[in-house]
């Protein structure tokens, strides 16, 4: 077990004045290992940070992602953000799980997600099978920072990547899930899968995440998966052309003074966008971007509430300037008085 102490501070003035706004306004969370995706929860009073753990595998880079050839999961955690209260110092708890423990996988553990009941932890995990199709696996453990124990066969139904599970206010819990290019989203129409299934065109419905509810267990879905309405400002569908508010992948769901926020990646547009809804299942419209682009292609995030303030975890690449080699970040979300989301720039 090793401590990192988080340093907030900025990149040199001659820097600032050869790349304007590109002073970061947090710093790496670790540097020992290089982390991405981070999906945070409160467990037990502390914050903890589930990301991928990104490697230099020397897979030759391509549009579908495989350079992003992630082999285990660490967890993090931590007493303190820093961001407004003295900064605390995290923990790398080291192998959570690995790639080499799960029976049913091919290759690529891409961003996970976690969650609690009833005293299990439970670990989400995107990973392809041996048919190199990607599915989505749970792994349990007593403790939120595991060892994590996967299950013999990923969970039935489930496709795709990026799940996030939500705990609503009544005791249900919800997986969204879904990721296009790499991701495979585009395979599946009406949860029926097609090998060569094309990606939509500009003027086509953009293709939408998935949902579902969990059963009791937490290791299989209740339903079978349905898509996630995400609509315009005019109540609209969008299309494909609309890449700079469409989902591409990197769902994440909270609830904020009784409404739903689904927040996204654009993905090649590079936002973090986010929509408003009644309920769980959508549908969710459109109300702007809470993180513009960061440094690197990638952008994937989580927000979550501590100790009464709200947070935006993500990544971007100080530490390497490599688009697979990324570094988890944390800075403070406000919200306006109507609910709508202060967008966090990275930079200053």
């Given at each position: 077990m090793k401590f990192y102490p988080i340093a907030f501070s900025c990149l040199s003035s001659l820097a600032a004045v050869a790349q304007p706004k590109t002073q970061p306004v947090s710093q790496p969370l670790v540097s020992n290992i290089y982390t991405a995706d981070p999906s945070a929860h409160v467990f037990n009073g502390k914050l903890y940070i589930y990301p991928s753990h990104d490697i230099e595998s020397g897979v030759k880079e391509d549009d579908n992602g495989a350079h992003f050839d992630m082999r285990d999961y660490h967890v993090l955690s931590m007493d303190s953000p820093g961001v407004d209260s003295p900064a605390g110092k995290v923990t790398d708890h080291g192998v959570a799980l690995s790639v080499k423990d799960i029976p049913w996988a091919g290759r690529q553990l891409w961003a996970p997600d976690a969650a609690v009941k009833n005293g299990t932890y439970y670990l989400y995990f995107p990973l392809k099978d041996k048919e190199d199709v990607f599915?989505?696996?749970?792994?349990?453990?007593?403790?939120?920072?595991?060892?994590?124990?996967?299950?013999?066969?990923?969970?039935?139904?489930?496709?795709?990547?990026d799940p996030c599970v939500f705990a609503d206010v009544n005791g249900e819990y919800y997986m969204y899930f879904g990721g296009i290019w790499g991701g495979q989203l585009q395979r599946w129409n009406n949860n029926h899968y097609t090998a060569d299934a094309k990606l939509r065109t500009p003027d086509e419905a953009a293709i939408l995440p998935r949902v579902a509810r969990l059963a009791a267990d937490m290791k299989h879905l209740a339903e079978a998966p349905r898509e996630v309405q995400l609509l315009d400002e005019t109540g609209k569908p969008f299309l494909e052309k609309d890449n700079a508010k469409r989902f591409f992948e990197a769902a994440w769901v909270h609830r904020y003074k009784g409404k739903y926020y689904f927040s996204y990646s654009t993905g090649d547009t590079h936002n973090i966008a986010y929509a408003i809804g009644d309920s769980p299942y959508g549908p969710f419209t459109y109300k702007g971007v809470v993180l513009p682009p960061v440094q690197g292609w990638t952008n994937h995030h989580s927000i979550v509430e501590f100790k009464g303030k709200w947070y935006l975890f993500y990544h971007d690449v100080q530490l390497s300037g490599k688009t697979h080699l990324r570094n988890v970040k944390v800075a403070k979300l406000t919200y306006n008085p109507d609910g709508t989301i202060v967008p966090v720039s990275a930079y200053r």
């Amino acid at each position: 077990m090793k401590f990192y102490p988080i340093a907030f501070s900025c990149l040199s003035s001659l820097a600032a004045v050869a790349q304007p706004k590109t002073q970061p306004v947090s710093q790496p969370l670790v540097s020992n290992i290089y982390t991405a995706d981070p999906s945070a929860h409160v467990f037990n009073g502390k914050l903890y940070i589930y990301p991928s753990h990104d490697i230099e595998s020397g897979v030759k880079e391509d549009d579908n992602g495989a350079h992003f050839d992630m082999r285990d999961y660490h967890v993090l955690s931590m007493d303190s953000p820093g961001v407004d209260s003295p900064a605390g110092k995290v923990t790398d708890h080291g192998v959570a799980l690995s790639v080499k423990d799960i029976p049913w996988a091919g290759r690529q553990l891409w961003a996970p997600d976690a969650a609690v009941k009833n005293g299990t932890y439970y670990l989400y995990f995107p990973l392809k099978d041996k048919e190199d199709v990607f599915r989505i696996g749970v792994a349990t453990s007593k403790h939120p920072e595991g060892p994590f124990t996967p299950e013999k066969a990923p969970m039935a139904g489930t496709y795709s990547i990026d799940p996030c599970v939500f705990a609503d206010v009544n005791g249900e819990y919800y997986m969204y899930f879904g990721g296009i290019w790499g991701g495979q989203l585009q395979r599946w129409n009406n949860n029926h899968y097609t090998a060569d299934a094309k990606l939509r065109t500009p003027d086509e419905a953009a293709i939408l995440p998935r949902v579902a509810r969990l059963a009791a267990d937490m290791k299989h879905l209740a339903e079978a998966p349905r898509e996630v309405q995400l609509l315009d400002e005019t109540g609209k569908p969008f299309l494909e052309k609309d890449n700079a508010k469409r989902f591409f992948e990197a769902a994440w769901v909270h609830r904020y003074k009784g409404k739903y926020y689904f927040s996204y990646s654009t993905g090649d547009t590079h936002n973090i966008a986010y929509a408003i809804g009644d309920s769980p299942y959508g549908p969710f419209t459109y109300k702007g971007v809470v993180l513009p682009p960061v440094q690197g292609w990638t952008n994937h995030h989580s927000i979550v509430e501590f100790k009464g303030k709200w947070y935006l975890f993500y990544h971007d690449v100080q530490l390497s300037g490599k688009t697979h080699l990324r570094n988890v970040k944390v800075a403070k979300l406000t919200y306006n008085p109507d609910g709508t989301i202060v967008p966090v720039s990275a930079y200053r």
